[in-house]
């Protein structure tokens, strides 16, 4: 499936851009977290993106799509830290105002500006973006455990190539 349509490359693009527009809006430029948000979030999106091209063995897509995991918890914790920081509330998993974000993802089409009504406070901004970074985990959890099942069924890139090349040889 090409990257672009899976929904974790979707959802990574969406917070990619939200959150270039929340450290704009409500993080100091001269700040090096700013940097280290976009670079979380590019580095969640990208990460799909590299994993998933044609030519990646199964071994480093599930390697990469670690990361781009990795990058989520990362940018998850600076919005977590952001909000106890200045002493606002997070938001609970099932309070009406997660429920209501959670339930735009259902949305066929959906790009950041679905979400751009959220970035009026940073206090709706940080905890939007945790609802969308939790799902974005969930999909990238689904999509690494569906490469391992496909690893351990079929084989690596490198596995296959030498199974061809003993045919060959016969």
Known sequence: ????????????????????????????KRSRTSDQMVQAARSSKQNIVEGCS?????????????VA????????????DYLRQRG????????????????????SYKTYQTYTSYMTTPNKAANCLICLINQAGYLLDKQ?????QDFLQHGGYTENLFRQRLQNRK
């Open 1 to 28: 499936m090409p990257y672009k349509e899976l929904l974790s490359y979707q959802m990574t693009t969406i917070i990619y851009d939200l959150t270039d527009i929340f450290v704009r809006k409500y993080i100091d």
């Open 54 to 66: 044609e030519r990646t063995s199964k071994k480093s897509e599930l390697k990469l799509l670690g």
């Open 69 to 80: 995991r990795a990058s989520l918890k990362e940018l998850l914790e600076d919005y977590e």
């Open 88 to 107: 606002l509330r997070q938001w609970e998993k099932s309070s009406p105002e997660s429920l209501v974000v959670r339930n735009l993802s259902y949305r």
């Open 144 to 148: 690494i455990t569906k490469a391992e």
